[in-house]
């Protein structure tokens, strides 16, 4: 039977067009293979439904087009919590079109019933709970107020890190070593410093409810906001502690080959802004991996300069045409199938996964890592380092919307009314809305400008493969999904949904290839990369370490994120999507009905599985 619409649009309401390319029957093998199928579960988290035995074969269609009376059936049959929570393993709320269009927006976390979130996320030893929920619970929690920027006088100017001069420095580590002080003289003051990291990990790490599920604000649109108004507040907390309101965070200008490095100021030992928990790696002026799965690329700095530029350039400019692309999936709650924007995705997780501790390597409190500080969600913001990073995550929203063209703020109200809680630099509670900071300078800040060389970064036209891929001797995507362990390289054929398309039919609808139910283990690094048009593996194989090429696509990665420590199921769920209409006029492809695509595995491949992939037309 039809069980599973995997090729759904993607998570929105907007029209979209597909083809059948991808249906597979399960053999029965493959719902109890849990060491590598993405269909791994508990016997009774599998549906059983009107009576069926479980060792049937089960169906997957990845054709949205194709709904007929049986799959209403059926899914009238289903309990709507069921698809929202993706009891089966098989439905999913984010790739389905009618569910996912009626996300609403999401309200402040039930404070009261903030319990432990998970410390570890090394899959070789056991979950520790950690208590991580900020500040005790005001006493007003039903009726904490909205906030209101106060007028300024000043714009806090953010400024490139590092340019910073010593009378700035010295003022930002008077601030942060306050902010430490508070932990040893206060420590439930919401101003101190580790009361401070843990707003991120609450927030990230499952410690938080919203009518009895788990709030996440990571891999969805939540991610840009919630951590604008966190620095925000961090901000203006500092700048209060050293008594200067004009006080301003620095950003890590890692677009800029300038600033691809670890910024001076934090790699000073003994001050208040260095981390001992970092990775070694980070030291001695090294280059910044914006690609880092969690190993060492051998390659050159100059390799490394580049393919940083031409990452930036696919997630900003070719990957980022539309804002449901750029900011991530809509949220739904109780949802578990992640698809997150194209900067939160790259560079965000591999900055955070670089400037971790390497995982294994022991911690001065005798504990074995996992990736702290920055390599992890728990633990991040106990690297001061971090508030830096999200400076410049938050800085390239900015310069996302001055391309113009459609890259714009979402204007759907479950975006715009949806909140978090913070507290203020005078320990007052308040509720925030995304609808109130959209833009920075009416916040009362801005950044300094620098140059951004990724805008004209378009991948080299050197291709791996000569003229048009021998897409006749590839299998067919079909043939070649489900893909239960993505643990070599793969090459496959798929059809397009329309050729040839002339330039205003472009600009309405952008052409994706879309994975769906892509399943790994959420204490892991994963990464993934996308080719088009290489049918020939030694090709793509000699140049691994080389993303400036015409034919890499993209790439997918995550950084652990385990949330509840009860929590025994750590198969984690995504979708992801690249969008191909510029590189398929790069690569001369623009008239092909069939295309090759490769996967090539970087990290955690052996964990890693893929239900099937899709190629449609999308007004994101």
Known sequence: MKLCRANAPHPSTMASTTLPLCTFNFPSSYFSNTSSSFFAK????????????????????????????????????LDRRDLLLGLGGLYGAANLAPLAASATPIPIPDLK????????????????????????IPT??????????????????????????????????????????????????????????????????????????QL??????????????????????????????????????????????????????????????????????????LGSFGEEVQTTELQLLTNNLALMYRQMVTNAPCPLLFFGSPYVLGNNIDTPGTIENIPHIPVHIW????????LPNGEKSCG???????????????????????????????????????????????????????????????SDCLDTKKMGYDYAPMPTPWRNFRPELKKATTGKANTASLPKAEKIFPIAKLDKAISFSITRPATGRTRDEKNQKEELLTFNYIKY???????FDVFLNVDDKKNINANLNEVNKIEFAGSYTNLPHVHKADDTDHTASATFQVAITELLEDIGLEDEETIAVTLVPKKGGQGTSIACANIQLADC
Request: hydrophobic letters at 30%.
């Open 216 to 289: 996440q604000v990571h891999n969805s649109w939540l991610f840009f906001p919630f951590h604008r108004w966190y620095l925000y507040f961090y901000e203006r907390i500092l700048g209060t502690l050293i008594g200067d309101p004009t006080f301003a965070l620095p950003y890590w200008n890692w677009d800029n080959p300038k600033g691809m490095r670890l910024p001076p100021m934090y790699d000073v030992e003994g001050s208040s802004l260095y981390d001992e928990r970092r990775n070694p790696h980070v030291r001695n002026r090294t280059i910044v991996d």
């Open 42 to 77: 508990k016997p009774s988290q599998l549906l059983s439904l009107h009576g069926r035995r479980r060792n049937q074969s089960f169906k997957v269609s990845c054709n949205a087009n194709s709904t007929g009376e049986h799959d209403k059936n059926l899914e009238a049959n």
């Open 372 to 434: 702290e500080d920055m390599g992890n969600f728990y633990s991040a913001g106990l690297d001061p380092v971090f508030y830096c990073h999200h400076a410049n995550v938050d800085r390239m929203w900015n310069e996302w919307k001055a391309m113009g063209g459609k890259r714009k703020d979402l204007t759907r109200k479950d975006w715009l009314d949806s909140e978090f809680f913070f507290y203020d630099e005078n320990k007052k509670t308040y509720r925030v809305k995304i």
């Open 521 to 527: 283990d959420d204490r892991k690094y994963i990464r």
């Open 355 to 362: 400037t971790g501790t390497e995982a294994g390597k022991p």
């Open 140 to 213: 007003n929690y039903d009726t904490i107020p909205y906030y209101k920027v106060p007028t300024m006088t000043k714009i806090r100017m953010r400024s490139p890190a590092q340019n910073a001069d010593e009378e700035y420095i010295a003022k930002y580590n008077l601030a942060i070593s306050k902010m430490k002080e508070l932990d040893k003289t206060e420590p439930l003051n919401p101003l101190g410093f580790k009361q401070q990291a843990n707003i991120h990990c609450a927030y990230c790490n499952g410690a938080y409810l919203i009518g009895g599920k």
């Open 113 to 136: 019933t903030c319990g432990p979130a998970t410390k570890t996320a090394c899959p070789d030893n056991p979950t520790i709970p950690y208590s991580c929920c900020p500040p005790p």
